[in-house]
Structures are given as structure tokens and as C-alpha cells.
């Protein structure tokens, strides 16, 4: 089911035939550095992409016919939405991220009546970190030791949150 077009992109639901554009994307390690999962295997793509086909929080990035990113938007409250991006190394610092995002938020905010996005950034994400302040999205707040390191339990990451307003969006 198509989201939304852009001038390059669809944004659909994935299909549990997009598993072998997302092992692209999944089992990469430096594009899933940041992920809260080690990088999968590519018979566990198989799997992830029966469960992102059934998912309401997670979204397909497609260009032509191939899946390059992978969008998560999930609903919080009082009216917070949290939106999440991974995308092929391939096709990164192409703009195609920001295309969508922007189509995206701007989706958020008009059709599901978004009142605000937020994305929780790794301090140390700076293409992401980047990327949310091209999008309009300010920084609220560095969290410090938020989330368990994915490599060693004993240390804990730090985050920032970005966000942006349904009055903040430049529609």
C-alpha cells in the first residue's frame, strides 16, 4: 500500500518480498552502527521483512522498484509521534533521505494529525544529527546514559532529541 510520492521516491508498506533489499540495508554493520540490533543475518531479513509487512510503525523507502531505506514512525502521546530512518549505504548523501522525511513529517502532520515529531539521535550519529536540523528539527535535549551500548552492557549511550511542531512545519 503506497504512502506517498515524492519527486524520486514511494513511500509504501513493506512486502515480505523486500527482504533481500533490506538484507542491503540490515546486514550492513557500519549502516546498523547506530540501530539498537546487532546487524541481522540475511535468513533473518526473511523473517524482519514478514514482520515490517504487518507493521504499522515501519515503512519501505523505494526507488524504481528497490527498497534503499526504511522509515519507522510510531505513535506516542499526546499527539508525539517518533520518526526513525535507516537507508542503504549505497544510496546515502544523495538527498534521498531528507526527500522523504520531509514528505514524510509533512504526512505526520497533515493526514495523521501529528501535533509534534521527535527523532532520538546517538550523540555520536552526526550524518543523522545533520540531517534532522536540514529537516527544520530542533534540538530539546542531550540525555545522558539513555540506552545500553549494543556491544557492552556496562556502558550506556548518550542521545539527543530532536523535534519540530505541526506550527513549526513549513507545509
Not at 10 to 16: D, G, H, L, S
Not at 74 to 102: H, P, V
Not at 146 to 153: A, E, G, Q, S, V
Request: proline letters at 2%; hydrophobic letters at 35%; charged letters at 35%.
Amino acid at each position: 500500500m503506497e504512502i506517498l510520492k515524492t519527486e524520486r521516491l514511494t513511500v509504501r508498506k513493506f512486502r515480505a518480498e523486500d527482504h533481500e533489499d533490506m538484507a542491503e540495508i540490515l546486514t550492513d554493520d557500519e549502516v546498523t552502527f547506530f540501530e539498537p540490533y546487532p546487524a541481522f543475518t540475511k535468513e533473518a531479513c526473511v523473517k524482519e521483512a514478514e514482520n515490517f509487512e504487518k507493521s504499522d510503525e515501519f515503512f519501505a523507502v523505494v526507488l524504481g522498484d528497490k527498497v534503499i531505506g526504511k522509515i519507522y514512525f510510531s505513535k506516542r502521546n499526546f499527539g508525539t509521534w517518533e520518526i526513525g530512518y535507516t537507508f542503504n549505504k549505497s544510496y546515502q548523501g544523495k538527498g534521498y533521505a531528507a526527500e522523504c522525511l520531509k514528505a514524510f513529517m509533512g504526512y505526520g502532520f497533515d493526514k495523521l494529525g501529528a501535533r509534534r515529531i521527535i527523532a532520538e539521535i546517538d550523540t555520536r550519529n552526526t550524518k543523522s544529527e545533520n540531517l534532522a536540523k536540514r529537516l527544520g528539527m530542533r534540538k530539546e535535549a542531550e540525555h545522558r546514559e539513555i540506552y545500553p551500548d549494543k556491544f557492552d552492557n556496562t556502558k550506556f549511550n548518550d542521545f539527543y532529541l530532536y523535534a519540530m511542531l505541526s506550527s513549526e512545519y513549513k507545509r
